[in-house]
């Protein structure tokens, strides 16, 4: 999960010098806040600092972050007209910045670099609601009431999330992460023809590559036995499902990340460290664990609680 | 679910005259939106118009609604001073609007009356956050980090909704249904601890007055296999989990309900068909099925396409 992010005080203080979109498109900046949470936490790899949106904007996008709304797109995609508008990015070109934060970073860490992407049914959850959703209904309509449309929009977007992975790879990146944060929203019907085939898709095209991919699920419970069958070496979840369950949808072929619930980090010493012992615990049933919260890191966590966390997390393997 | 709603006609002119909390505690008026789904879409049941805060309001908090940022208490429970505060409700001199609502409809209906509640937990949430919430972290802080600050408070909002759901059964609700809407935000663990033993524990008290009780889990994938074991006549779940795995997780024991995404209603006729027949085909493994959607009617919802449904689901049983 994000690691780098504002419940840092040293990420703070390099925010509020820039906005956020310049932080991402700022390769020296980007890469010292990707480096900062493996200095000052003692994590065991870096993810890359940027935004499952950058390539978006280069889409075709309007894009812009508002400190307490989020990101929003002015323009967004609603009709097959705004869809042929799109292009497929080309990374070199488009997101150079990304690919130069990884090699800065590839020279200056001592741990593996994962970079990422959004799995393209978010990326598209972003596009047509033109920013966050409570219940994604532009989204839904077009998958419902014009599938043309909405495959034609995927292609676009498959083809992009596909160059946007393999050139980060090419800049230096150990291993890949695409984020689902929207999949949970869909019922595991529409997940199976909306968000999986396309996230399968990318996973494949990587996969000759010979990095590690990993396919995060945001509220996975209902879908996940279908993720599991994405060709992704590594399965993410979130804290609402069992760690115990996580590993039997997923079976033994498969390496589960997670799951720790990020509001944990808000107890107490003693409860953290029983808390992540039982997920140890449970994902020992599994082909391998990597150990993680369920998602992102809140903005008002005590930094010295991620780093209890880390402590028992190493103290247990 | 909430078939009253803003996606009627019919109750938007009701609303035009009074504000939403002024019809929740008018009996004639909430009666009226109460009837009107079933006399426009021909539905099966009618469910109490009122909101699962109005109970919460008259334990001690003081209640606001915003047209656009929803329902907030400005005094939110965060110490044992809060809690020690608030009281247990005597529905017959708190909320006599809601029993004198139900006492109403049960003479001018022809069809069974549903009442109902919020699960305590979902009550919680709302009492602490001061409102709805992205991440419910101060709700699970509580959880964490002061036990028994939260054992009292949840011995109090369970006891209120015992006593709440007793009378509305007195007055004449033929069912009644506990929604627990933010369940799901919770890790199974914390689910077992937090939530399950106080929904339980309506239940229970509950059964000797001899009436089917329905126990809605929202966002329910993660945590239904505990749910199933609340003792509710009826488990009522959310579009995220395939009906066919919830009737295997809920057992041959227990009635299902539910479950077809809401955002369904905004397709064609044909393709509300194919889907309202996709989860009755895979409702029929259960003891038995209630066919409803997986969560409230959203209000930009064709009232045309609620009837379809409706039509497709009496033709098809």
Known sequence: MRQAGRYL??????????????????????????????????????????????????????????????PKFSNPIRTQKDADKLKIINPKEDVPYVLETIRILRKA?????????????????YMI????SKNFLKTKQIIYNDPLLFTSLMGKITQTTIDYLCAQIEAGAQAVQLFDSWAGA?????????????????????????????????????????????GADVIGVD??????????????TITVQGNLDPCVLFSSKNYIKDMALDVIEKGKGARAHIFNL????????????????????????
Chains 1, 2 share one sequence.
């Not at 390539?55 to 972050?65: A, D, N, S, V």
């Not at 990318?202 to 996969?207: D, F, N, Q, S, T």
């Not at 804290?239 to 033994?252: F, L, T």
């Open 186 to 230: 869909l019922s595991p019907s529409d997940y199976e023809v909306a968000a999986f085939p396309y996230a399968k898709k990318v996973i494949e095209a990587l996969r000759p590559l010979g990095v590690p991919i990993i396919y995060f699920v945001n509220d996975c419970p209902g879908v996940l036995s279908i993720a599991a069958g994405s």
């Open 9 to 70: 005080p040293e990420y703070r203080k390099i925010r509020a010098k820039v906005d956020f979109l310049t932080l991402c498109k700022s390769p020296e900046l980007a890469a010292e806040v990707t480096i900062q949470p493996v200095d000052i936490l003692g994590v065991d790899a870096a993810i890359l600092f940027s935004d499952i949106l950058i390539p978006i904007e280069k889409m075709g996008l309007k894009l812009r972050f508002y400190e307490k709304k989020g």
């Open 239 to 252: 804290w609402r499902v069992d760690m115990a369950e996580a590993v039997r949808k997923v079976g033994q």
């Open 129 to 132: 609601e033109g920013g966050s």
């Open 294 to 317: 369920g998602h992102g890191v809140l903005p008002e966590t005590p930094p010295e609680n991620v780093k209890t966390l880390v402590k028992v997390v190493h103290e247990a393997y």
């Open 109 to 125: 860490l001592n741990v593996p670099l994962i970079g990422f992407s959004g799995a393209p049914f978010t990326a598209a959850t």
